[in-house]
């Protein structure tokens, strides 16, 4: 959904813990910030909840049920291309086994390790409040 005044996208991001260790995804070579990481999510269409947005773009990405528990935090980022707000939630892994959609590879990473990998911009603040907590 977009805010027309600002021309700000709403995306949100889903942050799947299980155990010590954290879902991410690679961005597929034909995705916009491709070879980038990520906390999987999409975004907002009209008249959707954020919680609705989760569960279907991770069902549609990962094929995987997801139940969302809580808000973490959101990021405002502008890319050159668009500006996007984006909005995490800590989830859930319900049921479900991967299978990958707009991604190449994923992973499950302890907190420690995440700062390894090559994160989307907008994510990177995510990463750096998840190693300080």
Known sequence: MKDKGCGQIRVVAAIIR?????????????????????FPGGKIEDGE???ECLIREIK????????????FMENEHIYPSKNIMLIAFFCEWA?????????DRYEWAVKSQLIN?????????????????
């Open 18 to 38: 299980k155990e010590n260790k954290y879902l991410i995804a690679r961005r597929a070579p034909s995705k916009h910030l491709a070879g980038f990481w990520e």
């Open 49 to 51: 909840t954020i919680e």
């Open 117 to 133: 990998y090559k994160f989307a911009p907008a994510d990177i603040p995510f990463v750096e409040v998840l190693q300080n907590s």
């Open 95 to 103: 049921e479900g086994t991967i299978s990958l959609k707009d991604h």
């Open 60 to 71: 549609e990405e990962l094929n995987i049920t997801i139940r969302v528990n809580s808000f």
